[in-house]
């Protein structure tokens, strides 16, 4: 009777052998591609948001701050641009809890997929999501008055540094939206980014805060991730060893947990 | 002959919570299988774990041969699974969603587009293969799952729920691509709690009771253990529920069961319309006014309660012969 299964059904053909992890991480990734530039509420949004927050700081709140050596808008858009995904990031936190509650995970666990290939999908997609408004939020950031003090090739040295960021970060957003019991609970996990994003150097020096919330404004990856970036455009490379430090501690804290946790889900 | 399925002894924990208890069952292929069972009995368990989705914490189980345990990359190879949403992409068409799993499956290039082809035409989705699927009727977004889980030619189909939430229409749209996939030569298992379900689709049923299997067999002798029928009746007032039940009771000869929100009353009734003429000529000697009264198929719930109620001592019994009965 098993002959007849494969017979009779001779209009579908059945695949030789499974497909190649890069192959099939490839096809992950063209699907949540598709999905972002095709669901505007995603893709627009994701824009707008970005040119929203970087307006109120600039304009409204940037008005009050005082940076000793510095313009704010100068002060602000290096470190806006290195920390756009963290406010950003939620996004692939909910996509990824949704895929889980709409059986899409299931679907994937089911094939004959390898599931590194689930995990690099995701992550390939949603980097370039990421780098895509990381290059819109620079161009709103010269457009609202920012300008290079150094060299173009610390400009680009900074920016190449925040696109690695942005891959870091899209990691820790999977684990977060894997990790999250459900679609709402994922949009609530992530905002813990903005605890990292505010409490910071990014918006204003960390020596403004009150003495006992300066350690962790201070030893947080996020600070010395703007800190190298502001290097970079100032022309040095300070910090920047520290930086890249922190993004390849938490691309290997953060890759095991997001491979198991895709195996369970 | 390979069995399709063979689990003994399959126990699946999640924290605390055992969701499989010790479950066996041995299916040959080439037969639609349903597994019924209430919520929270362990269907859907049993689907993720064949799926290779779930480890077991005991005992074993087999697909086609395979070890889902041990050798977890031989099963997903060999099935093709609808879970109880449909897994399909909104913002893509339903040709694309199709070329993607294809290629996921294994499948490269223009062979996608073929295997992706020949399911858009054995499950009539032509006219809307080009649209996004967030434009798709539910039963069309069930039949494109359907599809998708179809595009690598699994040998067996897994379909969890496949018609819960849709509407009559849709349901039936469903059943009939089934049907159309059964001909084909697939073999399916499906898990339901629709009676009705399993009747259209199902040769075997096996059902499910906190984790374990406790019957297994032809449909048709489930049904006939629980006695085929049964007769309802709704009185208008609520103080005669009590007499009405004693009728039917004697009618029937079977133990009545009340609804006195519903004002309702039912019972087994093995002689169909010939035992309603006889319980509604009663009712109407004793002065019993009554809202509406019928013959109707038991519902699963009340397969259930005469099951669990019927081999709540025999359960181990039924547990170890059902091997012989499913073959």
């Known amino acids: ?265 | 002959m390979t069995p399709l399925l063979e689990a003994r002894g399959l126990t699946v924990r999640f924290g605390k919570v055992t969701a499989l208890d010790g479950l066996d069952l041995l299916a040959a292929p080439g037969e639609v299988l349903a597994i019924l069972g209430p919520n929270g009995a362990g269907k859907t368990t049993f689907v993720r774990t064949i799926a290779t989705l779930v480890r077991p914490a005991a005992g074993q189980l087999r697909v086609l041969g395979a070890d889902v345990a041990r050798d977890p990359m031989a099963v997903r190879r060999d099935i093709g699974l609808a879970g109880q949403f449909a897994a399909v992409e909104p913002a893509m068409t339903g040709r694309e969603n199709l070329e993607l799993t294809a290629r996921l499956f294994g499948h490269r290039g223009r062979a996608a587009k073929k295997a992706a082809a020949a399911v858009i035409d054995q499950l009539s989705l032509g006219p809307v293969a080009g649209r996004r699927t967030s434009t798709y009727s539910g039963g069309q977004r069930r039949r494109l799952d359907l599809g998708a889980s179809l595009v690598g030619a699994p040998r067996l189909l897994l379909l969890d729920e496949p018609t819960t939430g849709l509407d009559p229409a849709s349901r039936r749209e469903v059943w009939d691509a089934v049907r159309g996939l059964v001909a084909a030569g697939t073999d399916v298992l499906l898990t339901t709690h629709y009676l009705d379900e399993a009747d259209e689709l199902a040769d075997h049923v096996v059902v499910i009771d906190h984790g374990r299997a406790i019957a297994a067999g032809p449909l048709s002798d489930l049904k006939a253990s629980t006695g085929g029928t049964v007769i309802e009746v709704g009185v208008a007032d609520e103080a005669a529920l009590g007499a009405a039940g004693s009728i039917l009771a004697r009618v029937t000869a079977s133990a009545p069961r009340f609804d006195p929100a519903g004002r309702r009353v039912s019972a087994q009734a093995a002689g169909g319309t010939r035992e309603l003429a006889a319980v509604i000529s009663a009712l109407d000697q004793a002065a019993i006014s009554v809202d509406e009264a019928g013959v109707r198929r038991p519902t699963l719930d009340e397969v259930f309660l005469t099951l669990t109620g019927d081999t709540s001592t025999s359960t181990q019994t039924n547990t170890s012969t059902q091997t012989k009965e499913l073959r």
């Open chain 1, 1 to 265: 009777m098993t002959t007849t299964t494969l017979t009779t059904t001779t209009a579908i053909p059945r695949p030789a052998r499974p497909p190649s992890a890069a192959g099939a991480a490839l096809q992950v990734a063209r699907r949540a591609l598709l999905k972002y530039i095709r669901t505007p509420g995603l893709s627009v949004m994701a824009i707008v948001q970005s040119a929203m927050f970087l307006f109120s700081f600039r304009y409204v709140f940037g008005g009050a701050i005082q940076v000793a050596g510095s313009s704010y808008v100068n002060f602000l858009v290096p470190a806006y641009v290195a920390s756009i995904v963290l406010f950003t990031g939620g996004g692939i936190s909910v996509a990824v809890a949704e895929d889980k509650a709409q059986g899409f995970t299931d679907r994937l666990l089911s094939l004959p997929v390898p599931r590194l290939a689930i995990v690099a999908g995701r992550t390939l997609a949603d980097s370039a999501t990421n780098i895509w408004s990381i290059l819109v939020t620079a161009a709103f950031g010269f457009l609202f008055g920012f300008r290079l003090t150094g060299s173009v090739a610390g400009g680009l040295a900074a920016l190449g540094l925040c696109l690695v960021y942005a891959v870091v970060f899209t990691v820790v957003f999977i684990v977060i939206g894997l990790l999250a019991p459900g679609v709402q609970a994922a949009q609530g996990m992530s905002l813990i980014a903005f605890v990292f994003a505010f409490i910071s150097s990014a918006y204003v020096p960390a020596t403004s805060m009150p003495g006992w919330l300066q350690p962790f404004a201070r030893y947080q990856p996020l600070t010395p991730m703007v800190d190298a970036v502001r290097s970079l455009i100032a022309g040095s490379a300070s910090d920047v060893g520290l930086a890249l430090a922190w993004s390849a501690l938490l691309i290997v804290v953060f890759t095991p947990i997001a491979v198991l946790r895709y195996r369970q889900a």
